[in-house]
Each structure stands twice: as structure tokens, then as C-alpha cells.
């Protein structure tokens, strides 16, 4: 077993925050092993004898800073199978040090004996710089690891690490995925000390000829209710609000079954937003299809099933299995791979799960008949239940409308109901073996209709005369000035 490290917080400025009893292990040690030398309290130290040796050239020996702790704990380790250590890091060892989680994960595993001493951290300096009291919810942020996922905008943030205009900037670009370009941030340097700065800018000016160092942290104030409209958090907020009893009394008396028939009809505006290209449809229309799953999510919390973060939760387990390729060790080189994959996952997880009794169980339930019947056909395919070609397809939609007009011209009402469904299933086969989705041609159908139809209108009321005045004939010449226009 290796010599102890112990490890000191060298605080956050001035000689004058150091604890007493940390100053005297200092000015009693033998050669003190820094993380940097970047800190003013060394530069005092060294003026009163004390002797210190550095990590700061292992900083230059590499370009992540993973490695760069990696390699300073290796050097302790090291270090400590000769002598006890003791090792010197800025502010407090339990805030925002690496290298001491690094030293105390090896002390878990039996490697080497560890000390932690106390050391003032600069949160607390902060805390009465920018004037806030933490209990109200703040975060504490790695610049050199920000993320927009982790900023939780109606707390206060303060992010550490921001030591030059190039992290500075990172973090400015990081900050703006979620706030205005001019929302004021403060930066605050030496936070307590007699050296301390603290300057408020607009977040664009971040980055602009600031003096920045490894004592430079970052301050966000918490927004403004409206400017957390973005986030996830305030979407549900709202959500749980219009089903309170205090809420919406439309809201309050949904259920799953009522909301049913919502849901196909918003999947519908949002299909008929992308074939018209409109992204700011698109945006509301995904909207309102993600206000059909919330308000799904919260008639189950209320009732004590499930929540929205079941629903997310069950979502990113079934992604992260699905996608071995990505997530995994598994190979999948195209497109095809991936679905023999998925489909083979699939069915290793019905068979953890009660076996269905039929391969068309459940394929398409609760969709539209012509959305269903793609579904079945598929089922059916993978199965083996299917034409060798597209040949067999045509053939049998010939037999099947022969059928339907065999029953029309016998007058039979019911026998033709049920073969007119027969044509209608054939031609879903038809546009699976010529890789056409019957629900989104009819969709185009079903637009290019109205479109053509709204001229026609527009041409009869131009003329002053009434629909019932025209002949069929008429109304098909404004139709076919219509198609030759591309409507």
C-alpha cells in the first residue's frame, strides 16, 4: 500500500480565507504538490518559504482534460509509493476537482489511503458577490462539459471553468441555445478576495476582451416565467394545471377513449403540414400532437397508472435496445440491416413477454382501415403470406373488382359492400409492392381535390352565376384549367 495523500483546499483568493489550521500544515510541509501554480495563495506562500512543485506542464502534454487528470492522479499514486503527499488544489477539494474523485474512487478500491482537509470554496465568496441565496435552487456547471440539456433555466447557474476567452466563448454559444443574445450575465473573478471583480454584460459580449482566469466563474440569473415557455418542465407544469380542479373543465373530463379520435385528427393536420411544406405549421402541428401525448400522460398520473417520465423512460430503453448498432457492439452496415435487427429484437422481447397467439395481434389497432391494412399485409409478408411478385398483386386486384362488379350488377347491396372492401385491401397490395403509402396518396389525393375544387369556386364566383346554373360539362372545363395549372 502506497504512503497517504492528503489533500488541502488552498481556498478561494487570499492567504487571509485560509483556515489557521490549514496554513500551518502548509508552512510546516515539506514540498507541497499543486494542481497549478495559477492561484494567490501560492504566490504568498512561496513568499514565506513554502516549497511547492507543480502539474501545470501536464496540462500542456495533453488536449483533453480527462487525460490530463488521469495523468496527474498517476503521478501521485506514483509519488506516494515513496513518501506521504500532500497535495494542494484551488477552493474547496470537494468542489468541482476531478483529480480528487479520481483519488478517492482508488481509495474505494483498497489502492491508496486518502485525506481530504478542508479549504474555503469559492461558492460561498460568490454567493455574496452576485447577491443570492442558494436555497432558492442553483446549479453547479463544468464550462469545459456545459451542455444546454443541463441548464435548468428558472434556477441560478453558476458555471466554473470559464478561465479564457476560448472556454468563454464555448460557454456564450452553449448559453445562447437557451437565452436571449443580450441576457445579462455576470462574471465574477477572485470571488472574496482583495483582487475580486464583477462584471454584468450581455451574454454576446461574453467572450468580448475579458480578463479571465482559473478564478473566473460565471453567473445566471433565473428567467422570467414567459422565457421558460421552451421547456419541458413548464410544458407539464401547464399541462397538470388545466387538469387540476382549479383548471380547464374540458381538460379535467377527458379520458383516454375521449381523446381518441383528437389524436388521429392532429396526426392528420400534421401530415397534411408536411405535404405542404409549411415549417411553421409543422412546428404547431407537432405541438398539438405532443399536447395529445401530455394530456394522455397526465390522465394517467392522476389516476395513478403511469407518468410521462414511464412513458419516456419505456421509450429510451426500447431505443437503446433497438439500436445495438448504435448503442451496442452489434454491426449494421445499411438500411436493411437495421430493420432485420429491429425486427428480431422485437420478437426476442415477445417471447420475455406472453406469447401472442397470432402474428396479426394487435397490427394496426386503433388506426384508420387503410393505415390497418398495410399493417396486416406486412405482418402477413414477414410471415411468408405474400406474392412472389408484383404480378400476383395486380392479378388479384383484377379478380377482386370483377367480383365487385359482378355484385353491382346483381343488385346485391351487401355482396357488394363486402367486395368493394376486397378491391380496396387488393389495391393496398398494389401500392406495397410499388413502395407508395396508400394513407399519404389518398392524403395528396384528398388536397389536390380541394385545391382544384376552390378554383372551380373561385371561377364561379367570378362569373355571377350559381352552381346549379352550370352544366357538369362547364364546371369540367374550370377543372381541367385547374390540373393544367398544376393545382
Known amino acids: 500500500m502506497p504512503n497517504p495523500i492528503t489533500i488541502i483546499g488552498l481556498g478561494a483568493g487570499d492567504l487571509d480565507q485560509l483556515p489557521l489550521g490549514i496554513y500551518k500544515k502548509l508552512t510546516n510541509a515539506g514540498i507541497v504538490m499543486a494542481r497549478t501554480m495559477d492561484h494567490p495563495v501560492i504566490n504568498d506562500l512561496l513568499a514565506e518559504g513554502v516549497r511547492f512543485s507543480s502539474f501545470d506542464h501536464v496540462y500542456e502534454a495533453h488536449d483533453q482534460f480527462e487525460e490530463v487528470y488521469k495523468d496527474i492522479v498517476n503521478r501521485l499514486v506514483e509519488e506516494a509509493q515513496n513518501e506521504p503527499v500532500l497535495y494542494a488544489v484551488p477552493g474547496h477539494p ?3 476537482e476531478q483529480t480528487v474523485q479520481l483519488l478517492l474512487d482508488l481509495q474505494k478500491q483498497g489502492v491508496l489511503t486518502v485525506e481530504v482537509l478542508g479549504g474555503q470554496s469559492f461558492l460561498d465568496p460568490l454567493f455574496t458577490a452576485v ?12 464550462g469545459t462539459a456545459l451542455k444546454s440539456d443541463d441548464l435548468h433555466m428558472d434556477q441560478h447557474i453558476i458555471i466554473g471553468q470559464v478561465y479564457d476567452a476560448f472556454m468563454a466563448s464555448e460557454v456564450k454559444l452553449t448559453l445562447m441555445e437557451k437565452y436571449p443574445d443580450d441576457y445579462p450575465v455576470t462574471i465574477v473573478t477572485a470571488a472574496g478576495s482583495s483582487s475580486q471583480n464583477v462584471k454584468t454584460v450581455p451574454l454576446y459580449e461574453l467572450d468580448h476582451g475579458m480578463e479571465l482566469s482559473n478564478l473566473t466563474s460565471l453567473y445566471v440569473a433565473p428567467v422570467k416565467e414567459e422565457q421558460t415557455y421552451g421547456e419541458f418542465f413548464k410544458l407539464r407544469q401547464i399541462i397538470a394545471v388545466l387538469r387540476s380542479p382549479d383548471g380547464c373543465p374540458w381538460d379535467r373530463e377527458q379520458t383516454h377513449e375521449s381523446l381518441k379520435k383528437h389524436l388521429i385528427e392532429e396526426a392528420y393536420e400534421l401530415l397534411e403540414a408536411i405535404d405542404q411544406k409549411d415549417i411553421d405549421h409543422i412546428t404547431e402541428e407537432l405541438g398539438d400532437v405532443l399536447l395529445q401525448v401530455m394530456l394522455h400522460a397526465q390522465i394517467g398520473e392522476d389516476d395513478g397508472y403511469f407518468t410521462i417520465q414511464d412513458v419516456i423512460r419505456t421509450l429510451t430503453e426500447k431505443m437503446i435496445r433497438r439500436h445495438p448498432h448504435v448503442f451496442g457492439d452489434i454491426e449494421a452496415k445499411t438500411a436493411d440491416d437495421v430493420r ?9 422481447e415477445k417471447g420475455t413477454q406472453q406469447e401472442a397467439p397470432s402474428l396479426l395481434k394487435g397490427k394496426g389497432s386503433g388506426m384508420p382501415a387503410l393505415m390497418q391494412a398495410v399493417e396486416l399485409q406486412k405482418a402477413a409478408a414477414k410471415a411468408g403470406f405474400d406474392w412472389d411478385d408484383r404480378s400476383g398483386a395486380w ?6 373488382w370483377q367480383e365487385f362488379q359482378e355484385e353491382v350488377a346483381n343488385g346485391n347491396k351487401e355482396a357488394s359492400f363486402k367486395e368493394f372492401g376486397d378491391v380496396l385491401f387488393a389495391l393496398v397490395n398494389v401500392s406495397r409492392f410499388h413502395d407508395i403509402y396508400p394513407e399519404e396518396a389518398l392524403v395528396s389525393a384528398n388536397q389536390k381535390f380541394i385545391s382544384r375544387f376552390s378554383f372551380v369556386e373561385k371561377k364561379v364566383l367570378e362569373s355571377g352565376r350559381t352552381f346549379n346554373s352550370y352544366t357538369l360539362a362547364e364546371l369540367d372545363e374550370y377543372w381541367k384549367e385547374a390540373k393544367n395549372l398544376g393545382l
Request: no cysteine; hydrophobic share 35%.
Open 340 to 348: 432485420s435487427n429491429w425486427h428480431s429484437i422485437k420478437q426476442q
Open 94 to 96: 470537494f468542489v468541482a
Open 395 to 400: 392479378d388479384k386486384l383484377e379478380e377482386e
Open 131 to 142: 447577491g443570492i441565496d442558494p436555497i432558492e435552487g442553483f446549479q453547479l456547471l463544468d
